[in-house]
C-alpha cells in the first residue's frame, strides 16, 4: 500500500499570505496526484490532478508542484474562502488518500 | 446536466443491509470508472470500493474493510451504479459518495461527485 502523509495537519494563515501544504507518499507515485478541497458541508472539489494540472475553473492561485514522493499544493494570495480542509490522492493502491490539512484563514 | 445523485442511505441496525444507488446523467456513463468513497463524521475522505467500465473488463477493487460484505456494480443501461453493503457494522456510519474521473486520460482525479448520502449504523 502507499501512504501519504500530509503536512501540517493544521495551517493558520491571514489573507493575502500563501499557504504551503505537503503531501508526503510512501513510495513513488510518479507524478499521479491529486489534491481536492473540502469546506464544511460540502463534497470535495477536485484542485489539481497529475501533480500540476489545474481542474477546469480552478483559479491560477492554486498551484502544484513535486514527483516521486514529494508534493505540494501552494496557494497564493490567500483568500477567507480558502478556508477548508485539503486532501491529496495518490493513483496506485489503497488508501489513496491523505488525512488531510485544515487551513484556517 | 453533468451530475452524479446518490440514494438509498438511512438508518440499519448492525448486521443489516442497503442498497446504494447513484444516477448518473450528463456525461457518458459507460466509458468511466466509478468509485464509492465515504467519509465517517468528522473524520477523512476513505476509498471504499471501485468497479472499472465494461472495455476495461469491468473488474472491481475493494477496501479491506469493504472486501467480502460491499458489493460494487453497475447497469450501464440505467446510467447507475450501485452499492449493496450487507453485514453492516457501526463503523460503516459516513456518508457516501459517487465519484467519477471524467477528464480525458485520467481515471483516479475525481471531479465528478454526488452530494453524498447517509448511512448510520446504529442499534
Known amino acids: 500500500e502507499v501512504v501519504l502523509t500530509q503536512s501540517p495537519n493544521t495551517l493558520s494563515l491571514s489573507p493575502g499570505e500563501r499557504a504551503t501544504l505537503s503531501c508526503r507518499a510512501s513510495?513513488?507515485?510518479?507524478?499521479?496526484l491529486a489534491w481536492y478541497q473540502q469546506k464544511p458541508g460540502q463534497a470535495p472539489r477536485l484542485l489539481l490532478y497529475?501533480?500540476?494540472n489545474r481542474a477546469t475553473g480552478i483559479p491560477v492561485r492554486f498551484s502544484g508542484s513535486g514527483s516521486g514522493t514529494d508534493f505540494t499544493l501552494t496557494i497564493s494570495s490567500l483568500e477567507p474562502g480558502d478556508s477548508a480542509v485539503y486532501y491529496c490522492?495518490?493513483?496506485?493502491?489503497?488508501?489513496?488518500f491523505g488525512q488531510g490539512t485544515r487551513l484556517e484563514i | 446536466e453533468v451530475q452524479l445523485v446518490e440514494s438509498g442511505g438511512g438508518l440499519v441496525k448492525p448486521g443489516g443491509s442497503l442498497r446504494l444507488s447513484c444516477a448518473a446523467s450528463?456525461?457518458?456513463?459507460?466509458?468511466?470508472?466509478m468509485t464509492w468513497v465515504r467519509q465517517a463524521p468528522g473524520k477523512g475522505l476513505e476509498w471504499v470500493a471501485r468497479?472499472?467500465?465494461?472495455?476495461?473488463?469491468?473488474?472491481?477493487d475493494y477496501s479491506a474493510s469493504a472486501k467480502g460484505r460491499f458489493t460494487i456494480s453497475r447497469d450501464d443501461s440505467k446510467n447507475t451504479l450501485y452499492l449493496q453493503m450487507d453485514r453492516l457494522r457501526t463503523e460503516d456510519t459516513a456518508v457516501y459518495y459517487c465519484?467519477?474521473?471524467?477528464?480525458?486520460?485520467?481515471?483516479?482525479?475525481?471531479?465528478?461527485w454526488g452530494q453524498g448520502t447517509m448511512v448510520t449504523v446504529s442499534s
Open positions: 490522492q495518490q493513483r496506485a493502491s489503497w488508501p489513496f
Open positions: 497529475d501533480a500540476s
Open positions: 513510495q513513488s507515485v510518479g507524478s499521479a
Open positions: 468497479i472499472k467500465d465494461k472495455s476495461d473488463g469491468g473488474t472491481t
Open positions: 465519484v467519477t474521473a471524467t477528464i480525458p486520460g485520467t481515471t483516479y482525479a475525481f471531479d465528478l
Open positions: 450528463g456525461f457518458t456513463f459507460n466509458n468511466v470508472w
